[in-house]
């Protein structure tokens, strides 16, 4: 081979593994940006049902259940269990409160978002006036927590309510009536960031989720469909 085609074949190799060299790092920030962006993207299935395929929340029927016998409880009991159906909240939140944090005033539950971090963040839930009276009757002094039980005992609580009314046990648990909490408010018309304030959620689009659940609206439609 002569010099010159020598020369001319190692300039092509070199340009070659440049031009690979650039498309590989181009693929590579493609591809980076894309699991950063499917990372923040909710993914529904696995948010509203479990690997199943069973729902995570409560329907319109099992929520007015467990709320209706939650009020017919005794009053500790009572107190407890609406707080968790009529508020969304944690049920850590929810053990962690004390008197100081009930907001008569505004007819209000201040609770402390508990998934922050270290940040320390409070919210304020409105609740009805029914609530509002039974948890006054209470009467804990100021900075003393409302009810004093351990985690296991408040889930056996919810649990057996909740299994009382029917309940399916996959969804005999407390993280269901946040969910149902959650899916209730959107398919009532509150507007997604009210809830988004209301559950303590950081993004929108974790409030987002909730949106996409089956309801009233979407089973009319199908109805239509049927003929």
């Known amino acids: 081979m002569r010099a010159s085609d020598q020369f001319v074949s190692t300039m092509e190799s070199e340009q070659s593994a440049v031009f690979c060299s650039r ?12 699991l950063a962006n499917l990372a923040r993207t909710p993914r529904m299935t696995q948010s509203l049902f479990d690997q199943a395929g ?10 007015r259940a467990f709320l209706a016998k939650a009020f017919r409880e ?18 850590s939140e929810v053990l962690s409160l004390t008197g100081d944090q009930i907001d008569f005033a505004n007819g209000a539950i201040v609770f402390r978002t508990l998934k922050r971090r270290n940040k320390i963040a409070f919210r304020a839930v409105p609740v009805p006036p029914r609530l509002l009276s039974l948890l006054k009757k209470l009467a804990p002094k100021s900075n003393v927590k409302l009810w004093d039980w351990g985690r296991t005992a408040a889930w056996s609580i919810v649990k ?24 209730a408010a959107g398919q ?30 979407e089973r009319d439609l199908a109805r239509r469909l049927w003929g």
């Open 54 to 63: 069973t729902r995570k929340y409560l329907n319109e029927r099992e929520r």
């Open 160 to 183: 057996g309510l909740m299994r009382d009314c029917g309940i399916i046990d996959a969804l005999c648990k407390p993280k269901a009536l946040r969910h149902g909490f959650a899916v």
């Open 188 to 217: 009532r018309g509150v507007p997604l960031n009210i809830v988004q304030r209301w559950l303590g959620h950081a993004r929108i689009e974790t409030t987002a989720i909730y949106a996409n659940a089956l309801g009233k609206e």
């Open 74 to 91: 005794q009053r500790e009991v009572s107190s407890f269990c609406l707080t968790l159906g009529l508020t969304g909240a944690r049920l």
């Open 23 to 34: 498309l590989l790092s181009r693929v590579n920030r493609v591809r980076s940006l894309f």
